[in-house]
C-alpha cells in the first residue's frame, strides 16, 4: 500500500514562494497520476495540479497556472509543488494525492499553507 507524506507548507507573505513535498512510499505503480489539492477554510476541496509518473505530462487548475509548477523526481519517488506569488487566496490545506484509474484513492495527511497579506 502506497502512503503519502506531505510537507513544506508554513507561513508566508503574500508575494513570497513556498515548496511542498510529498514523498511517496511503498509499491509505486509507474501509471500513477500524483495530485496536488487544497481545502480552504470553508471551501470543498479543490484540485490544483497534477504530474504523471511516467512522462512527467502536467495539468494545472486555472487559478495557479504561471505561479505554481509540479514536477517529480522519480529516484527519490517524490513530488514536488513549487508555488510563486503566492497570494492570501491561496491559503489552504495542500493535500497530495495519487490514482490509478478515474478516482485519486490514496491522500497523503496535509500540510497548512498560509498566506499573509
Known sequence: QV???ESGGGLVQAGGSLRLSCAASGRIFSSYIMGWFRRAPGK????VAAISWIGGR???ADSVKGRFTVSRDSAKSTVY???NSLKPEDTAVYYCAA???SVYNIWGQGTQVTVSS
Open 3 to 5: 502512503q503519502l507524506v
Open 99 to 101: 490514482r490509478v484509474g
Open 81 to 83: 509543488l513549487q508555488m
Open 44 to 47: 470543498e476541496r479543490e484540485f
Open 58 to 60: 502536467t495539468t494545472y
